[in-house]
Nanobody, 124 residues
Framework: QVHLVESGGGLVQPGDSLRLSCAAS????????MGWFRQAPGKEREFVAG????????YYANSVKGRFTISSDNAENTVYLQMNSLKPEDTAVYYC?????????????????WGQGTQVTVSS
């Protein structure tokens, strides 16, 4: 069983940056993939970025490529999402997720473990 807690959300202006953190606890994560999803009001939860716990094979949604960076710190049991050049359309609740898998998935149903979410609002 895995417990995930997100932090780092907030209210920022367009063009600003935020770094989200996901603290993980539970069993070992060597065989896990970690991901970030986001959900805006009235919309489906959508994939943002994914990474193996080992830190390789990072994968991004087209909407955030070149602006967001996902990374992992095994010593701290933490996954990060560095978000730069934020846009109003990035406004959403951001969720950290995990699954026991070797391949990164963009599907919500692939991930059995979820954090509670952290709000990111990008507005002038």
């Amino acid at each position: 069983q895995v417990h995930l807690v997100e932090s780092g959300g907030g209210l920022v202006q367009p063009g600003d940056s935020l770094r989200l953190s996901c603290a993980a606890s539970g069993r070992t994560f060597s065989s896990y993939i970690m991901g970030w999803f986001r959900q805006a009001p009235g919309k489906e939860r959508e994939f943002v970025a994914g990474i193996r716990w080992s830190g390789d094979n990072a994968y991004y949604a087209n909407s955030v490529k070149g602006r967001f960076t996902i990374s992992s710190d095994n010593a701290e049991n933490t996954v990060y999402l560095q978000m730069n050049s934020l846009k109003p359309e990035d406004t959403a609740v951001y969720y950290c997720t995990a699954a026991r898998s070797r391949g990164i998935s963009e599907l919500v149903q692939s991930y059995p473990y979820w954090g509670q979410g952290t709000q990111v609002t990008v507005s002038s």
